[in-house]
Nanobody
Framework: EVQLVESGGGSVQTGGSLRLSCAAS????????IGWFRQTPGKGREGVAC????????YYSDSVKGRFTISSDSAKNTVFLQMNDLKPEDTAVYYC?????????WGQGTQVTVSG
């Protein structure tokens, strides 16, 4: 079965850190461009970070630049999102997305809640 499974979400205080994981099964992530998106109620999905399959280059939205880091581990077929210095406005459901040519997959999402 082809799927992406996110994990690592939770509740933290302002300034805290979380590390999200996006594990792929049924396909190899290396060939795909992987992105992390987030969504809050009533809003569309916002892209926050991505890593290119071509050269490993990374992209971050202005809202997370300098605080979030996207990385991949080919051996584990997993992409990570390290989130530091979290703020209440980072509260959202976080989704990972894999895209290669016409193939694309979404994970089920993981909730991140930042308070305080």
């Amino acid at each position: 079965e082809v799927q992406l499974v996110e994990s690592g979400g939770g509740s933290v205080q302002t300034g805290g850190s979380l590390r999200l994981s996006c594990a792929a099964s049924g396909f190899t992530l290396d060939a795909y461009t992987i992105g992390w998106f987030r969504q809050t109620p009533g809003k569309g999905r916002e892209g926050v970070a991505c890593i290119s399959s071509n050269d490993g280059s990374t992209y971050y939205s202005d809202s997370v630049k300098g605080r979030f880091t996207i990385s991949s581990d080919s051996a584990k077929n997993t992409v990570f999102l390290q989130m530091n210095d979290l703020k209440p406005e980072d509260t959202a459901v976080y989704y990972c997305h894999a895209e290669f040519l016409k193939d694309e997959y979404w994970g089920q999402g993981t909730q991140v809640t930042v308070s305080g």
